[in-house]
Structure formats: C-alpha cells, structure tokens
C-alpha cells in the first residue's frame, strides 16, 4: 500500500484563527513532507522531517509549525491564518536518502475567510 | 536557488496527436530530473526520472532525455490517449540534504485530451 492520506479534505478556517492539517502514511517512511499549492504557482515546499528532526524553508520559517508524534503522523499547524494561507496542502512521504519517489496524498484545500 | 521553467498553462490535443511539454531547469549542481503526473482528485506520482546526462527516462509511452548542455528535459509521447489527460510536473531534486529529496517544481501543465 503505497497510500498517503489528508485529512480533511477541504477545510474553512476564519482570519486569525489557528489550522491544523493531519497527515499519515502506513509505508514506514523516514521522511516526510508538507508542499503549498497556489494556483498558477508551483508546489512549493514548506518544511519536512527526516526522521524526528523538522527542517522549514527560510522563507517560511515563521509562517508553519510542524509535529511528527510518531513514524505515520505529521501535521502542520498555523498558528493565525491569514488569507494569504488559502491554498493546497500536499503532504508527501518517502523512504530517506535521496534520489527516492515522493508519495504525495491528495491533499486538503484550505480557504481562509 | 534552482528552478524549474516548463510550457505553461494549457496544452489541448486530439487523440493520437504528438504531445511535446518542454522542461528547462537551473540547477547550481548536477539534480535528478523527474516528471510527476497529477490525475483529478490524487496527489502528484512519479512518472519517471533521470539522473545522468543523455539518461532517457520513460513510462507509459511517455519519455524525456536528460540533456545537460541545454538544461533541458522535455517530455514528450508519440499519440495520446483521453485518459493522459492530467496535471504535468516537471521537477528536480536538491541532493544536498542529508535524508530528504528536496523537489523543486515547475508550475504544471494541464493536458486536455479531447476525443
């Protein structure tokens, strides 16, 4: 089972109010990740552990809090939304290392009113 | 910092037409290429990927040829299908970060395939 999944898959969240987004995967891997998606702008990575060791972009690293309590769970927290959060959240996950696949879920599209 | 240029937008064709989505990428250092498809309601999957210059990468009819002296990486298929209609990525990765593959990605090129 090569599955990723994100809960919930649209969620509305109102201005200055805190977000939270789940992901897990059953496939014991090492590393996973959390990716923005504008329209009309690339995917965008936000952070990743590897591990139990959380890594955020520069440019986000205020912005998004991430918690991996276990190997399958991680979220990723906004502290206050923003309207500039509305997007897609892609979760993905993958073995460790490098030059491995990426397992993306479907994602949760989040509106911010 | 890497980046990844690809067509961007909409690309529509007829069934059994010629499909070319072009790729360019920066890269300070030597990535990984890859191309991942995005079919409605799913996340991205890998189609496939290249590591080597002159590497053909290829997958359900679909290929693309690592080219480093134009920093190019072009996917492309002989007669597509309706059911190719999809999301296109093209990527790489960022092999410096110890455990992780860092994807750079290109803003996606939607197919549509019509009948």
């Known amino acids: 089972d090569t599955t990723v999944k994100q809960n919930p898959r649209y969620k509305l969240a109102r201005v200055g109010k805190p977000v939270n987004l789940i992901c897990s995967q059953t496939m014991n891997h090492d590393t996973m990740y959390w990716y923005q998606k504008k329209p009309n702008q690339a995917p965008k990575l936000l952070l990743f552990?590897?591990?139990?060791?959380?890594?955020r972009e520069a440019d986000t690293f205020e912005k998004f809090q991430s918690s991996r309590p276990n190997n399958s769970f991680c979220s990723l927290y906004i502290g206050s939304a923003g309207l500039e959060y509305s997007a897609m959240y892609l979760c993905?996950?993958?073995?460790?290392?490098?030059?491995?696949?990426?397992?993306f879920g479907a994602g949760t599209r989040l509106s911010v009113l | 910092g890497d980046s990844v240029t690809q067509t961007e937008g909409q690309v529509a064709l007829s069934e059994e037409d010629f499909l070319t989505i072009h790729c360019n990428y920066s890269?300070?250092?030597?990535?990984?290429l890859f191309w991942y498809v995005q079919y409605p309601g799913e996340g991205p999957q890998l189609l496939f990927r290249a590591s080597r210059d002159k590497e053909k990468g290829s997958s359900r009819g679909f290929e693309a040829t690592y080219d480093k002296g134009t920093t190019s990486f072009h996917l492309r298929k002989a007669s597509v299908q309706e059911s190719d209609s999809a999301v296109y990525y093209c990527?790489?990765?960022?092999?410096?970060?110890?455990?992780?593959?860092?994807?750079?990605f290109g803003k996606g090129t939607q197919l549509i395939i019509q009948p």
């Open positions: 993905a996950s993958s073995p460790g290392g490098v030059q491995n696949t990426l397992y």
């Open positions: 890269a300070s250092g030597y990535p990984t």
């Open positions: 990527a790489l990765s960022d092999q410096n970060t110890e455990g992780a593959d860092r994807l750079t």
């Open positions: 552990y590897y591990d139990k060791i959380l890594n």
